[in-house]
């Protein structure tokens, strides 16, 4: 959801459907990603299949969260938040950016497969988990989305962090 909100904006702003490619240059927004951008277009025109779809998902969650650097935000127009119609007042860019990479790191740890369930002491301890879901959940809302519609179809932990805190 975020990066396509992303790549929507960012092809509004710059009036470009292809504006992953051409922000891939000196200067410009994407130009510390320029040679990887290149890489996967050439892979994708090389295949017959190149579209502005396919570079979108071709990208990590990383960067798209990294768009939200101070850098970024500011060579992006300083204009990115607008993705997040909803967002609490007074939420910064700052804050957004740690709060995505908050969830990123989330994520990462559970692709590879590192507790989420245990604290500092190696107790048992599903605050964490717990925390980031809800942030997750919040920045859904933030984007203008029911996050209980969004997530419908999709096994929520609510339950099974109930086990675990049962097992204290």
Known sequence: MLRNAINTHYKQYF??????????????????????IVRIQRTYTN??????DKMVASFTFGFWTYLFTRRNYRIGGKILLQIFPNKAH????????????AIREF??????????????????????????????RTYIEYMGFDS?????????????????????
């Open 107 to 136: 994520r990462n740890r559970i692709a590879h497969h590192e507790p989420i369930c245990f604290n500092a002491t190696r107790a048992i301890d599903t605050k964490y988990a717990k925390e980031h879901y809800e942030l997750i």
């Open 47 to 52: 295949m017959g299949v190149y579209n502005n």
């Open 148 to 168: 209980d519609s969004v997530l419908r179809m999709v096994e929520k932990p609510d339950s099974i962090l109930k086990v675990i805190d049962g097992m204290k």
């Open 90 to 101: 007074g939420l910064k860019q700052t804050d957004i950016y740690k709060q995505l990479t």
């Open 15 to 36: 009036n470009d459907d292809n504006w992953i490619i051409n922000q891939a240059r000196p200067n410009g927004l994407l130009e510390q990603e320029a040679s990887e």
